[in-house]
């Protein structure tokens, strides 16, 4: 089983709102990954957790927030995003035993952020 | 640092025919090579990956990719498309040397018609 679960599927919100982004996999990965891609693009790298602990924080801008509550569960807190926010947001996730190892990322299906 | 070149944005075919989408990566460093489909509204999936071995690598769907060192390529081809091909195609690297940071091309959209 490669399945990484995210939800919302869609999610629509105001620039003053707060919302998160939820991301779980059971597959006992020990690295995860938020990424943010905009249509027709690659997707573009904002996080990754290893072990639990943030070790690459893509110079993403504050209003996004990125928490790993255990091993199998990785969030992305939204607060006082802008219009330009919005873009398909995919999680990942690898094994990774160390960040040494390079090994195979496994996607989510997205959530797709509309920001008014 | 890497980079991934994916030349053609788009590349339209007639089902049953033989597609062949291109990559080619810069890199200093040794490199996995691995190559996602992206079908619409939907998240990346695998398709397949290099690691080492063998330069002709197989994966799902019917497809198939050739690592060449030497010209720093790893083109992706399927002897016979499908309407349901239709995707966009998206070929990464990521170092050896660990690091776990892909680096994706601009992908290449498949279309299939009949």
């Known amino acids: 089983d490669t399945e990484v679960t995210q939800t919302p599927k869609h999610l629509v919100m105001g620039m003053t709102n707060k919302k998160s982004l939820k991301c779980e996999q059971h597959?006992?990965?020990?690295?995860m990954y938020w990424y943010k891609q905009k249509a027709k693009k690659p997707p573009e790298l904002m996080f990754v957790?290893?072990?639990?602990?943030?070790?690459i924080n893509e110079s993403v801008p504050s209003r996004f927030s990125p928490e790993c509550p255990n091993s199998s569960l990785l969030n992305l807190h939204l607060h006082a995003l802008q219009p330009e926010d919005s873009a398909l947001y995919l999680c990942?996730?690898?094994?990774?035993?160390?960040?040494?190892?390079?090994?195979?990322?496994?996607f989510g299906p997205g959530t797709r952020l509309t920001v008014l | 640092a890497q980079s991934v070149t994916q030349l053609d944005s788009q590349v339209p075919v007639f089902e049953e025919a033989p597609v062949e989408l291109r990559c080619n990566y810069s890199?200093?460093?040794?490199?996995?090579l691995f190559w996602y489909v992206q079908y619409p509204n939907q998240g990346l999936q695998l398709l397949l990956k290099y690691l080492s071995g063998s330069t002709l690598v197989k994966g799902i769907n019917g497809f198939e990719a050739e690592f060449n060192k030497s010209q720093t390529s790893f083109h992706l081809r399927k002897p016979s498309v499908h309407i349901s091909d239709t995707a966009e195609y998206f070929c990464?690297?990521?170092?050896?040397?660990?690091?776990?940071?892909?680096?994706f091309g601009t992908g290449t959209q498949l279309k299939v018609e009949l």
């Open positions: 990464a690297v990521s170092p050896t040397g660990g690091g776990n940071k892909l680096t």
């Open positions: 957790y290893s072990y639990e602990k943030l070790s």
């Open positions: 990942a996730s690898s094994q990774a035993a160390t960040l040494a190892d390079t090994d195979t990322q496994y």
């Open positions: 597959m006992g990965h020990r690295a």
């Open positions: 890199s200093s460093v040794s490199v996995y």
